[in-house]
């Protein structure tokens, strides 16, 4: 039964947001396409029901790319199927999601290798070769993070 | 204790004192009085006291005679603010529960929007009596402090709850509390100035009614 | 426990990218209403800040505060603020420590002079001394005192460090008062509420971490980015308060419709905080939308506001008997007067028949 139909009430129903960010979205691509000046939509800090991005996901679409990326939590990008307009949708190890944004890039930073992270593997790798252990496989996050000590 | 804790508490208690210690004592104090016996012979036809209070409370609803044309304006407007407050205090949802908090007896409310257009009219309509106070030259000579501080009590509460209820000026909790503060204020002058006049008007109409009838007034 | 290197180099040592910093900032934008642009600039001074050390202070309190903090919603992605920062003590936590937990705060000041984040939750007595609250012999008053004087700020979670809260509740018995009340040369950030959303905890101390500052304040000293809007402005119900469609009680069919709960005493209008869009336990719930409304809890003083289920807008005393005692007293004052008058005029027309017949 359910006892609150308010409760459903707000979540469910269309508010032609989607429309409005999709112009938004038009305009920053054009933008992007002219300058090359990335820009992030942050689609859970504006007034939009899960019915908007519901709608505003299936007009933009899927394209060629799609990606899951495993650092606390599953993250899921894709680009849709307008270049240069990428879906990138994080969520926590509950599955929940945490943020979503829409970023008019080529290649969103959470895909990119970040220049440290690269010189620390380069280093990393050089350990293991001098070690001659290269049968120990590398860490990856979960294993990381269940190592420190959390409260609670 | 922040400001609407003390409108709540202290402010609206002391007002809620103050209000039915003076009311009971300016009621007692008329109606308790003994009255004037008028010893002279009715007027022959002279209507029952009973007929002639309520003829006469009801003939004052409206301008009459010689004084209709200069009574018009005052009286319809009169009619509009008074209904306008009644459909506020006794619509307004918030109002009943502050009342139904007070008695124990509740009714249903009207919309928001509603009582927000009538709280506009209201708030003009009163603006328009001061207005008329003012520029009057007569109702300028015979108004008094009283009239202008009954007046001030009135326009308050109705000024603040426009604000209230539109956010206007501060954050709501500090406009509520202004506006129950105002409520405050005007329960306190309510038994000792013409506020009293709406427990009174209709007794003194009444009174009047009965004196000319037993003189043989033809009205 | 003093660490030089950056929370870069710490993570990745752990062999966590600089992916989950970048995911991590976009989460606090999210819940901070930052700028999306600010994603990045947020990534990159987490990870070249250096762990931040936090001394955790818990006063007279339920350890809800605590319970709150620890059950935040998204493990792995929240919990990171834990790898963020350097809990060097924390009371009731390290309670079984006993004096090596009191070293421990005493070595991470020496460590961190300035630099350190004190952490409050509950209330301070000052009544009698500050006898009804000590740890390891020492006053709470005290203790905060000597454990704020080097601190960078004050953070005080929950609104028994924030405002007193339940232990300043009428009658007060032991004196209690907000941290605000006795530390006045430190900025003091307050995140109140019985107890706080968890998000609007960790957020603010990451973001003290991202931007080396405080975020900005209202004049209870709250961070806006939480406690900008009242519940009643993001409230779901509030289409129903518009449309003056109200319960009238918590089993009517106003109730079981979901629609505004005014009449039952919500405090919404006047309670800030982010119950209504953060929700809690994961966004499942809050409490209006559990059906109860809202208590206020993150207002000062919402203890001693009257019945929790009398509305906003009915007097907190009401017709009692002081306002009965009144009547009763102005109608005898009423009734003497008119009694005098009478008297007055009976003497009047007893000397006028004198009068005449003498």
Redesign the interface.
């Known amino acids: 039964m359910r006892l609150h139909d308010a409760a459903d009430c707000c979540s469910s129903e269309a508010t032609g947001m989607a429309g409005a960010v999709l112009n938004e979205i038009a305009e920053l691509l054009e933008h992007f396409a002219k300058t090359g000046e990335e820009t992030i939509v942050d689609l859970r800090g504006l007034p939009m029901t899960d019915a908007d991005r519901a709608a505003l996901e299936d007009a933009l679409g899927q394209g060629e790319v799609t990606a899951v990326v495993d650092v606390a939590g599953p993250s899921e990008v894709w680009e849709t199927s307008y270049a240069g307009v990428w879906w990138v949708r994080h969520r926590g190890a509950d599955e929940r999601i945490t943020s979503e944004e829409i970023v008019v890039t080529r290649v969103p930073a959470i895909l990119l290798s970040h220049s440290d992270d690269v010189r620390a593997s380069a280093s990393r790798l050089r350990e293991t070769l001098a070690s001659d252990d290269v049968t120990e496989p590398a860490q990856t996050i979960d294993q990381g993070l269940e190592e420190t000590s959390h409260v609670g | ?2 400001l ?2 003390f409108a ?2 202290p402010a ?2 002391v007002g ?3 209000f ?11 109606l ?3 009255r004037m016996q008028d010893r002279s012979k009715a007027r022959e036809g002279a209507p029952t006291a009973a007929i002639a209070s309520g003829r006469e409370v009801l003939r004052r609803m409206w301008p009459q005679g010689a004084f209709a044309e200069a009574t018009r304006f005052s009286v319809i407007n009169g009619y509009i603010f008074h209904l306008g407050l009644a459909i506020i205090v006794f619509g307004g ?3 009943i ?2 009342l ?4 124990g007896i509740s009714w249903p ?5 509603i009582i927000n257009g009538v709280s506009v009219i209201t708030f003009a309509s009163l603006l328009l009596a001061l207005a008329r106070r003012i520029n009057d030259p007569v109702l300028r000579l015979i108004s008094t402090a009283n009239d202008y501080i009954s007046w001030a009590m009135t326009f308050l509460p109705v000024a603040t709850g426009l604000l209230a209820i539109s956010h206007l000026g501060a954050r ?2 500090t406009l ?1 509390a202004i506006h ?1 503060l105002s409520v405050a204020a005007f329960l306190v002058w309510f038994p000792f100035g013409k506020l009293m006049h709406a427990f009174l008007v209709f007794v003194s109409r009444g009174t009047t009614g009965v004196h000319l009838a037993h003189r043989g007034a033809q009205l | 426990m003093s660490d030089d290197r950056t929370l870069g180099e710490v993570m990745t040592s752990r062999g966590v990218s600089r992916r989950a910093f970048l995911k991590y900032a976009s989460y606090l934008a999210t819940a901070m209403a930052l700028p999306a642009s600010a994603t990045s600039v947020i990534a990159q001074s987490l990870a070249t800040a250096r762990r931040q050390s936090v001394i955790w202070l818990s006063f007279q309190e339920c350890t809800g505060c605590t319970e709150s903090i620890t059950r935040s919603y998204s493990p792995t992605l929240e919990d990171l603020i834990f790898d963020f920062i350097s809990l060097d003590y924390h009371h009731t936590l390290m309670s079984v420590s006993g004096a090596a937990a009191e070293h421990a705060r005493e070595q991470a000041m020496k460590d961190n002079k300035g630099k350190y984040i004190v952490i409050v939750d509950g209330s301070v007595p000052i009544k009698d001394g500050g006898i009804y609250s000590t740890i390891a012999g020492v006053t709470n008053e005290q203790m905060l005192k000597d454990t704020v004087k080097d601190a960078f700020a004050v953070v005080s979670v929950g609104t028994c460090a924030a405002f007193g809260g339940i232990p300043h509740a009428n009658p007060n018995p032991t004196g209690a008062v907000a941290v605000s009340d006795i530390i006045k040369d430190k900025p003091i950030i307050n995140i109140p509420g019985c107890p706080p959303i968890p998000e609007a905890m960790t957020g603010t101390i990451a973001y003290l971490l991202s931007f080396g500052k405080l975020p900005e304040l209202d004049k209870l000293n709250r961070p806006l980015a939480f406690f900008g809007e009242s519940i009643h402005d993001r409230c779901y119900r509030r289409p129903f308060y518009e449309r003056g469609m109200f319960a009238d009680s918590f089993d009517d069919e106003g109730a079981r419709k979901g629609w505004c709960l005014y009449k039952v005493g919500c405090k919404g209008p006047i309670a800030y905080n982010a119950c209504a869009t953060l929700k809690w336990n994961g966004g499942i719930s809050f409490p209006i939308q559990s059906g109860h409304g809202c208590l206020g809890c993150s207002e000062p003083n919402f203890w001693d506001k009257g019945s929790f289920y009398k509305p906003l807008a009915a007097a907190t005393a009401g017709i009692n008997a002081e306002v009965g005692a009144a009547a009763v007293v102005g109608a005898a004052i009423g009734a003497t007067a008119a009694q005098i008058i009478k008297k007055r005029r009976q003497d009047v027309a007893d000397r006028a028949i004198k009068k005449v017949e003498g």
């Open positions: 204790m922040d609407l804790d709540r508490g609206l208690q809620l004192i103050v039915a210690f003076g009311v009971a004592w300016r009621l007692a104090a008329l308790l009085l003994p949802t918030p109002h529960l502050f139904r908090d007070l008695f409310g009207l919309p928001t929007n709501y909790e509520l129950l």
